[in-house]
């Protein structure tokens, strides 16, 4: 048995685990962090960190090193994929006055990963152990312990507080027994990269939304090595779809050539399924346990808020658990990170990405017209059009937390 007391421990070392000690170790705080894989993970998944979330990491150090292996968009466009025409674009810059971030950065998640977790070995009280996968946890009023398996064996370590990160699958709720109330869509997203040119062969920008009552797209770009970067086109598809009716070299090609067809084929990069969830957990605190990102919340990833949410929750966690390791607030205030994250979960991630999707994929001619209509005139009006991007960028979101509880 180890006792680590005095220390947070961290479970899964994504990115929402290692900025979470990642600004906890800035802050004096001593961290164990778990991670049950042998290095971090590098599938193509979250990539837009949004105008709210840039103000976070501008805390922490890590907003330069993003932009600079990231790319920088200040527009998005909306589109009716039968008509190929752009309905809506919307900039940004109508942002200036509110923030000083008025873009988003697309910036893949495993870069903003290994940014903290490079930035992490400044601090020698950050223990990060890979290939430790923690198998279940117990508290009493004094300490929180984790049972976990290691390459020399099973341990059972102690601390003071713990943050579950360990994604969807969480054994931290799952262990607490907290509930994840929800539900899981009944078609799974495929997501495609390439390199072809959509923005010189389409005239889209670097994020596209389209619409379309048969197969709605999301389209953005990523700067993967360097350029010319990746475009990944995001589909809804059937769940009774095998992998490899959905993933063959076959289907691929059938399904990018429908999107926009061109001569040759397409060079697919990457290729992934996923299946797609709403649920967010019933607390975010349990006495000692605090939950965060993926492990407290999914959803859909149209309008790209779900790594941004598990950020949102690293910083408003440890920024309460510091001042309860120093002694300067009594530990209740950790109630109101469940209240402040929590309620926002479901006032702005879960509601905008339900309604994101319902947006694109709309069927019924009238609601699909008028749901594009609504969008025209949302961006031609510059103040119903801040509105919106005030939601988009997560700001309004962190804004009403900060009222919440105080
Ligand atoms: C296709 C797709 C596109 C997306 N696009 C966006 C986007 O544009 N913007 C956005 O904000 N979000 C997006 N998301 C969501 C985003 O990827 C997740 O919200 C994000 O990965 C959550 O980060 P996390 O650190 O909470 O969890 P994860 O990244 O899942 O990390 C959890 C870590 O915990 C480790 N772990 C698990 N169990 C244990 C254990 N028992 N012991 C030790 N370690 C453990 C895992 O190995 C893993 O490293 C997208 C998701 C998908 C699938």
Known sequence: MSDLKDRILIVGAGPVGLIAALRLSQAGVPV???EKEDRLLDDPRAATTHPATLEMLDEIGMVAEAEKQGLVCEEFYFWDRPRDEIVAKFNHRLLADETKFPYVVQCEQYKLAKIALAMLNDYPDADVRFSHEVTGVRQDADSISVSVAG???TDTVSGTYLIGCDGGRSTIRKSTGIGFDGFTYEERFVVLSTPFDFEAERGCCYRNYYADPDEWCNLFKVSHNGPPGLWRAVFPCDVDLSEDEVLSDDAVQARMQKFFPKEGEYDIVHR???SINQ?????FRLGRVLLAGDSAHLNNS???MGLNGGIHDAMNATEKLIS???DEADDSVLDLYDVQRRTTTHEFTQAQTIANKKRLEAK???SRAKNLQELREIAADPERARAFLMGTSMISAVRRASTLGA
Do not use: C, Q
């Open 32 to 34: 164990t962090l778990f």
């Open 364 to 366: 019924d001619p009238e």
């Open 279 to 283: 649920r967010v957990a019933s607390t």
């Open 151 to 153: 390459p020399d064996g």
């Open 272 to 274: 992934n399924i996923y």
């Open 302 to 304: 149209i309008g790209g």
């Open 324 to 326: 309860v390791w120093r």
